[in-house]
């Protein structure tokens, strides 16, 4: 099994910053990919970005250019840092944990990310 524990959401204005943090404990496969989600009100949950074990990302085309998803392996915790936020941006935020063997993950428990305008 493994834990997945979020932190850093919140209420931020257009044009701001917000970084977010997702610890992963328990039995962590060294190879892996860990991930943010997000899912606005009425949609489905979508991928924003993710980074492998070995430091490959990727990002949607919404959050290109504003986003940057990094990782510490020896923490096992991946960040996202948010700027120039918009409120589209706005929506619950999951991060995924999965081993790369794996089809599926497991998901954190998600924190709110409110943008006003």
């Known amino acids: 099994q493994v834990q997945l524990v979020e932190s850093g959401g919140g209420l931020v204005q257009a044009g701001g910053s917000l970084r977010l943090s997702c610890a992963a404990s328990g039995s962590i496969f060294s190879t892996n990919v860990m991930g943010w989600y997000r899912q606005a009100p009425g949609k489905q949950r979508e991928l924003v970005a993710d980074?492998?074990?070995?430091?490959?990302?990727n990002y949607a085309d919404s959050v290109k250019g504003r986003f940057t998803i990094s990782r510490d392996n020896a923490k096992n915790t991946v960040y996202l840092q948010m700027n120039s936020l918009k409120p589209e941006d706005t929506a619950v935020y999951y991060c995924n944990y999965r081993p790369t063997s794996y089809s599926r993950g497991y998901w954190g428990q998600g924190t709110q990310v409110t943008v006003s305008s």
């Open positions: 980074i492998t074990s070995g430091g490959s990302t």
